[in-house]
């Protein structure tokens, strides 16, 4: 039974490790959020805000500490059995303990908590914000992927069409149809095609090992994207303005969030300068008590009893100089502000611009594939008549090869254009708050 057990767990580890996991966008776009070192510092971060948080509820809490000593007294002193001065080692403990509760301080433990949660809550946009970016890069690397892939097999596709017309150009120089320099274009075509499939692969694994380290996958040789069909994509964001796409953009976007909340902080941190220039009420209570080690003392318990001792009291602090300290903390907290402002400015112009960047490049890039349809759909039907009259010997393998290249570098354009839409269609389309996703066609 051990035997057919270790068998069976071996067969089943060969079967699971020759299985390789295609990963679809969403999928990759979750594995990036969750293996990326800089989000895992966000995510620190966030916790180490947690932690101010907590420091300023403290603030409202009243402060408890405890002591006690030990003290041994060697040389002089009065004995108390016979009154005599003499040398003697005597010993006393002492124990107390003290509270103290602020009862004012200008409001600062209440703006230091407000700002600790304002700070929690940039903390998590400063987060969300790093997604979006991941989010935009893991999608154009998948993007470039699926490129880098369609070109491979439009290179191989045309490597085999070339096969197939060297040996056509080989049998009519054989039978006399054609001149036997007829052959030499071929060939030098063929060479160089194989240099392209070359080329394609080489790009090809370019492009997964960038997303792999994107990702953090170590297994580069495993990797593999979910290769499904998927159709040119119809949105109507376009018929959006760019005005309306930003105005919908600022009621989500976590960098114009994350600027917002950081003024909100910068006006705290000026209640908070301010609120060190008033003065502050403290409350406290104190008890004490001794115990010596004297011969014909009471008892330890007696003298705890007996010698314990209370106070209590209020204590006022009244600021008058600091040597301008405080005062230029107040002025710094404003410069800050009026700089955190002109960020916020400053982002809200970077979003316009991007947006506006952004939607003029998916108009062109549209009317660009459209174009290169055209230009695809022509040269593929010339292609086609050169094909037919070179077999029949009225083209030479010169125009012939020169047909075919045109009609290669549409198709590739044809690819680079529609990939090159889609991805600037999903940008303007994540700009106005919707997913990123591929559309698949039926």
């Not at 509760?101 to 903390?123: E, P």
């Not at 008033?278 to 003392?297: A, G, H, M």
């Not at 800050?336 to 506006?356: A, G, H, M, P, T």
């Given at each position: 039974?051990?035997?057919?057990?270790?068998?069976?767990?071996?067969?089943?580890?060969l079967?699971?490790?020759?299985?390789?996991?295609?990963?679809?966008?969403?999928?990759?776009?979750?594995?990036?959020?969750?293996?990326?070192?800089?989000?895992?510092?966000?995510?620190?971060?966030?916790?180490?805000?947690?932690?101010?948080?907590?420091?300023?509820?403290?603030?409202?809490?009243p402060?408890?500490?405890?002591?006690?000593?030990?003290?041994?007294?060697?040389?002089l002193?009065?004995?108390?059995t016979?009154?005599?001065?003499?040398?003697?080692?005597?010993?006393?403990?002492?124990?107390?303990?003290?509270?103290?509760?602020?009862?004012?301080?200008g409001?600062?433990?209440?703006n230091?908590?407000?700002?600790?949660?304002?700070?929690l809550?940039?903390?998590?946009?400063?987060?969300?914000?790093?997604?979006d970016?991941?989010?935009?890069?893991?999608?154009?690397?998948?993007?470039?992927?699926?490129?880098?892939?369609?070109?491979?097999?439009?290179?191989?596709?045309?490597?085999?069409?070339?096969?197939?017309?060297?040996?056509?150009?080989?049998?009519?120089?054989?039978?006399?149809?054609?001149?036997?320099?007829?052959?030499?274009?071929?060939?030098?075509?063929?060479a160089?095609?194989?240099?392209?499939?070359?080329?394609?692969?080489?790009?090809?694994?370019?492009?997964?090992?960038?997303?792999?380290?994107?990702?953090?996958?170590?297994?580069?040789?495993?990797?593999?994207?979910?290769?499904?069909?998927?159709?040119?994509?119809?949105?109507?964001?376009?018929?959006?303005?760019?005005?309306?796409?930003?105005?919908?953009?600022?009621?989500?976007?976590?960098?114009?969030?994350?600027a917002?909340?950081?003024?909100?902080?910068?006006?705290?941190?000026?209640?908070?300068?301010?609120?060190?220039?008033?003065?502050?009420?403290t409350?406290?209570?104190?008890?004490?008590?001794?115990?010596?080690?004297?011969?014909?003392?009471?008892?330890?318990?007696?003298?705890?009893?007996?010698?314990?001792?209370?106070?209590?009291?209020?204590?006022?602090?009244?600021?008058?100089?600091?040597?301008?300290?405080?005062?230029?903390?107040?002025?710094?907290?404003?410069?800050?502000?009026?700089?955190?402002?002109?960020?916020?400015?400053?982002?809200?112009?970077?979003?316009?611009?991007?947006?506006?960047?952004?939607?003029?490049?998916?108009?062109?890039?549209?009317?660009?594939?459209?174009?290169?349809?055209?230009?695809?759909?022509?040269?593929?039907?010339?292609?086609?008549?050169?094909?037919?009259?070179?077999?029949?010997?009225?083209?030479?393998?010169?125009d012939?090869?020169?047909?075919?290249?045109?009609?290669?570098?549409?198709?590739?354009?044809?690819?680079?254009?529609?990939?090159?839409?889609?991805?600037?269609?999903?940008?303007?389309?994540?700009?106005?708050?919707?997913?990123?996703?591929?559309?698949?066609?039926?």
């Amino acid at each position: 039974m051990k035997i057919f057990a270790t068998l069976l767990l071996s067969l089943t580890t060969l079967i699971l490790s020759g299985q390789t996991k295609a990963y679809t966008l969403e999928e990759c776009v979750l594995l990036a959020l969750d293996k990326n070192i800089s989000i895992k510092q966000s995510e620190i971060e966030i916790e180490s805000a947690a932690i101010d948080r907590a420091d300023a509820i403290g603030g409202f809490l009243p402060r408890i500490s405890a002591q006690s000593q030990h003290i041994w007294n060697n040389g002089l002193s009065q004995n108390i059995t016979n009154g005599l001065i003499e040398n003697l080692t005597t010993q006393f403990s002492s124990f107390g303990g003290n509270i103290g509760l602020t009862i004012f301080n200008g409001n600062q433990n209440i703006n230091q908590l407000s700002r600790a949660n304002l700070n929690l809550i940039s903390r998590q946009y400063q987060l969300d914000d790093m997604k979006d970016d991941i989010k935009l890069l893991v999608a154009n690397s998948y993007l470039q992927i699926m490129f880098n892939n369609e070109i491979l097999k439009v290179q191989k596709s045309q490597l085999e069409i070339t096969k197939v017309e060297f040996e056509r150009t080989k049998n009519l120089i054989e039978i006399g149809t054609f001149s036997p320099r007829q052959i030499f274009e071929i060939e030098a075509n063929l060479a160089s095609q194989e240099q392209s499939v070359v080329q394609a692969e080489n790009n090809y694994r370019n492009a997964k090992l960038s997303l792999a380290q994107l990702l953090l996958i170590d297994d580069f040789q495993s990797f593999e994207i979910a290769y499904e069909d998927f159709s040119v994509p119809f949105s109507d964001i376009l018929n959006k303005t760019p005005k309306e796409i930003l105005n919908k953009s600022l009621t989500f976007r976590n960098d114009i969030k994350l600027a917002e909340t950081n003024i909100s902080i910068a006006e705290k941190d000026i209640q908070i300068s301010k609120s060190q220039l008033q003065p502050s009420v403290t409350s406290f209570y104190q008890w004490n008590t001794r115990i010596s080690y004297l011969e014909n003392t009471p008892s330890f318990e007696d003298q705890f009893d007996l010698n314990k001792g209370q106070g209590y009291g209020l204590a006022l602090n009244i600021p008058i100089f600091q040597g301008k300290q405080v005062r230029n903390n107040v002025e710094r907290s404003k410069v800050n502000l009026d700089r955190l402002k002109n960020q916020y400015e400053q982002e809200k112009l970077n979003l316009e611009n991007s947006i506006n960047q952004a939607y003029n490049d998916l108009k062109g890039a549209i009317k660009l594939y459209e174009a290169s349809n055209k230009t695809l759909e022509s040269l593929k039907n010339a292609f086609e008549d050169a094909s037919d009259r070179f077999l029949l010997g009225s083209v030479n393998s010169f125009d012939f090869i020169q047909s075919k290249q045109r009609y290669e570098s549409a198709v590739s354009e044809n690819i680079r254009s529609k990939f090159d839409y889609i991805f600037k269609l999903k940008v303007l389309e994540f700009y106005f708050g919707l997913p990123l996703s591929i559309p698949q066609s039926n």
